[in-house]
């Protein structure tokens, strides 16, 4: 389903000063896996969950997701992609915390111009299926920080995606809110989501529903 054929991704910080951030990267994973991208920060976990979500490009290699080489796409296009395919969590969430909990979770099908049902059933959806249904109309700044991941997953997961990314996910969570956080990904690792996860959290490795495990050393896999 996505593979990674010999990925260089190098950044230029000035004329004279290039940083290469992933060197000949090949991975290969299939349809409905759990992922595990470990390494420690800077070793390049989140450029390469970049490079699936078409956020970047890479500098020499090909990025293919079902069949469509993905890193070749124009912006628009890339751009369609990742509202079609992808469901992204990030480390510090990105919410706007003046905004509610409905308009957070709702924010990535506004380009859409849906009708106002088809709308709100999406939201009823994931907003039951993460048990925050509840929480509809509470500004997102008076939630705790487990409630705001639970936002957050449903907002990746509103357009029903099929690859769902996770950035450090459990990075700003105790470890009793990153063991709920485990019992999500078991819940759309059965739905069939192909889930991969950048982390240095132990907590992940080696975990029964972890399909695999690649490590990353200074932009390498080692």
Do not use: C, W
Not at 161 to 183: C, Q
């Amino acid at each position: 389903m996505i593979e990674l054929k010999n990925i260089t991704k190098k950044y230029e910080i000035n004329k004279n000063n290039t940083i290469t951030a992933l060197k000949n990267i090949n991975i290969k994973i299939g349809e409905g896996e759990l992922v595990i991208i470990k390494g420690s920060s800077g070793s390049g976990k989140s450029t390469l969950l970049s490079l699936i979500a078409a956020l970047s490009k890479p500098t020499s290699g090909e990025v293919i997701v079902d069949s469509k080489r993905i890193s070749k796409l124009p912006d628009n296009f890339a751009s369609d992609f990742r509202q079609n395919n992808i469901g992204f969590i990030f480390q510090k969430y990105n919410l706007i915390n003046s905004l509610s909990v409905r308009d957070n979770i709702i924010l990535p099908l506004i380009p859409m111009n849906l009708n106002i049902d088809v709308l709100n059933t999406k939201l009823q959806n994931v907003i039951k299926m993460f048990h925050i249904e509840h929480k509809e109309n509470v500004l997102v700044k008076n939630l705790s920080g487990g409630e705001q991941q639970r936002v957050a997953i449903a907002r990746a997961n509103i357009n029903s995606p099929k690859i769902i990314l996770a950035d450090e996910p459990t990075a700003n969570l105790d470890e009793k809110l990153s063991l709920a956080f485990i019992e999500i990904l078991k819940e759309l690792k059965f739905q069939g989501k192909t889930i991969i996860i950048a982390t240095h959290d132990p907590l992940f490795f080696n975990f029964n529903i972890v399909d695999k495990e690649i490590k990353i050393y200074q932009g390498s896999i080692s």
